[in-house]
């Protein structure tokens, strides 16, 4: 079975540009998580989808951070513009249902300069 | 805000040994996760115990949970260097679905 799949890899971008990122989870996993997690931190959740309805997006910085999940498949992260606190990893993960166990990509490794 | 918080933040052994991190935490919950990450890669999930568990095991791993006391334990035994990682503990509260992650407690297994 594949995993969650993630791309880019790596992105290096300056402050007040804008980055998007895109997430490919499990075949026929329902619900989809966006994750940020700044080094030396635990991950926190930024959105989360079931299908393609948003059920917690309470810890999105809404005013530059956007995401969408087309279809209730794969979803994208976007950032606009870029601050440099926002150099961080994204993790995309997904899961059969809510509460579930979840599935992690390998993540985007961010650096804003 | 995290509402796991792991202990000890760090730990070193030899191979060999055991290791023990700890977790608590602050709400009800439904179920706790134990997740490791390899230096650079994503999280692997590990173990899920629920909240009407107390013990649990998987190979080499050992979790108990103590809802009286909001705390969890991972136990690795016979440890390798293959085991050198950060592992998070995450928990599901009752009222929701969000996983909450701790800080982390980063394992060095020396050789």
């Known amino acids: 079975e594949a995993g969650v799949a993630q791309s880019p890899r790596y992105k290096i971008i300056e402050k007040r540009q804008s980055v998007a990122f895109w997430c490919n989870p499990i075949s026929g996993h329902a619900t989809l998580y966006w994750y940020q997690q700044i080094l030396g931190q635990g991950p926190k959740l930024l959105i989360q989808?079931?299908?393609?309805?948003?059920?917690?997006d309470s810890q999105l910085p809404k005013d530059r951070f956007s995401a969408e999940r087309l279809k209730g498949v794969d979803s994208t992260l976007k950032i606009q513009p870029a601050k440099l606190e926002d150099s961080a990893v994204y993790l995309c993960a997904s899961s059969l249902d809510r509460i579930e166990t979840q599935y992690f990509g390998p993540g985007t490794r961010l650096l804003v300069l | 805000s995290q509402q796991g918080e792991e202990d000890p933040q760090a730990l070193s052994i030899q191979e060999g040994e055991n290791a023990t991190m700890n977790c608590s935490y602050k709400t009800s919950i439904n179920n706790l996760q134990w997740y490791r990450q390899n230096s650079g890669r994503g999280l692997v999930h590990l173990i899920l115990i629920r909240s009407n568990e107390r013990e649990k095991h998987s190979g080499r791993l050992r979790v108990t949970l103590d809802t009286s006391k909001k705390s969890s334990s991972l136990l690795i035994t016979a440890s390798r260097a293959a085991d050198t990682a950060s592992y998070f503990c995450a928990t599901v509260e009752t009222s929701g679905s969000r996983l909450t992650f701790g800080e982390g407690t980063q394992l060095t297994v020396n050789p």
């Open positions: 989808f079931q299908n393609n309805g948003v059920v917690d």
